[in-house]
């Protein structure tokens, strides 16, 4: 007879949650989107990165990062790995090819199949909660049947976009995508009565930022490809290397050993602020390769970089803030240690015109400051 408390079996059920492999391969998909994404930060156009498209990076990548967290929220609250959640993981599929197939800097061009591939994927979300919510009880019922039938206000919003033209659609198109992500924020009352399984959604995070390390080694065989392999380049690319290692040490050792897995909350702190990792990791990737083909000027290039990886800090400080062991929480010292190098060597480079390896290797010396200050 198992006497152990209900409690006790609710927390085994809630740890023993695994990434399953059709989830791995739903992220596969949603790699070629974030890599298409990514490339709107390589367009210069004397010296710097036009306004427009840094805004269409923000712009593109917003969807794309939504569509798979709602997907991702919906998996870790209620998903089983029954046929009827393998068919809805498959047509959703479908639809990622569809928006992937899509995106670019010319939206007009491909606005309505993009449109029909982000609707797609968001409606297929929407009808799993309504699917699910009938076999559900108390809080998990009330919060499947709240994201069910409200996730239809921004997908009636943004469908609503085919019926106007010039600049006029885009506006409604996002203002159907903001009350979509806003959506979980007014209803966080019921979210916190249904918690998230902590466990699997850092999981599901982590292999998504994993991905976008991956495009960070992309440019890595992009500055190879495109030299001579002479002393810099060689350097560049070495210290490149040891700084996306010094990043997954920084990022994986903290998840991995340093957060509270079995805190239950609605999760929003991870979900809303991965979305800042995740553009500023699209940022650092964008960046080695303007840096070693120098195709900005000096103060452009210095502003895009360190602004990168100030935004990396920022976010992944406030992410693993809140879901640290409090007695490993990081101090205001760390905070100005961190802070100060990143000042220090900001300034030297406006000063000092450095080679390109050299502001790199400042780069990955942050990061192994970064790395052993929080690990």
């Excluded at 794309?64 to 009827?84: C, E, H, K, P, T």
């Excluded at 979305?275 to 990737?285: H, K």
């Excluded at 502003?303 to 062991?325: A, D, P, Q």
Aim: glycine share 6%; with cysteine; aromatic share 16%.
């Amino acid at each position: 007879m198992n006497n152990q408390p209900a409690g006790l079996h609710h927390f085994k059920a809630l740890a023993e949650k695994k990434v399953t492999w059709l989830e791995l391969f739903y992220d596969l998909l949603f790699a070629a989107a974030v890599s298409k994404a990514s490339h709107v930060l390589l367009h210069v156009d004397h010296g710097t990165i036009p306004l427009e498209y840094l805004s269409k990076f923000v712009l593109i990548f917003v969807p794309i990062w939504w569509a798979w967290v709602g997907q991702s929220l919906f998996v870790n609250r209620y998903g089983q790995d029954s046929m009827s959640h393998r068919v809805f993981m498959i047509l959703q599929l479908f639809f990622v090819l569809i928006m992937t197939a899509s995106l670019s800097v010319d939206f007009d061009q491909y606005f309505v199949p993009f449109l029909i591939g982000y609707l797609g994927l968001r409606a297929m979300t929407a009808i799993q909660y309504l699917a699910v919510h009938r076999k559900e009880e108390d809080h998990r019922r009330a919060t499947a049947r709240y994201l069910g039938s409200r996730f239809w206000i921004g997908l009636a919003i943004s469908a609503l976009s085919l019926f106007f033209d010039s600049w006029v659609r885009y506006a409604i198109l996002y203002a159907g995508i903001i009350v979509d992500v806003m959506l979980p924020l007014l209803g966080r009352k019921y979210l916190v009565k249904s918690p998230i399984n902590t466990a699997h959604l850092l999981e599901r995070f982590s292999l998504f930022t994993l991905i976008l390390l991956g495009e960070s080694v992309v440019s890595i065989l992009t500055v190879l490809q495109s030299s001579d392999w002479n002393w810099p380049s060689i350097m560049f690319a070495s210290l490149t290397f040891l700084l996306i290692i010094a990043m997954w040490w920084q990022y994986f050792e903290n998840m991995e050993k340093k957060v509270n897995k079995a805190l239950e909350t609605a999760g929003q702190t991870i979900i809303y602020g991965h979305l800042f990792i995740y553009l500023s990791l699209c940022m650092i990737a964008a960046s080695i390769q303007l840096l070693f083909l120098k195709q900005l000027n000096n103060g452009f290039m210095l502003s895009f970089i360190f602004g990168s990886v100030l935004l990396y800090f920022f976010s992944t400080s406030l992410v693993f803030h809140k879901y640290r062991h409090s007695h490993l929480r990081l101090g205001i010292p760390h905070l100005a240690l961190l802070l100060g190098i990143l000042g220090v060597f900001f300034g030297v480079d406006l000063v000092v015109d450095l080679p390109n390896y050299v502001i790199i290797g400042e780069m990955m010396l942050f990061f192994v400051v970064y790395a052993k200050v929080t690990t």
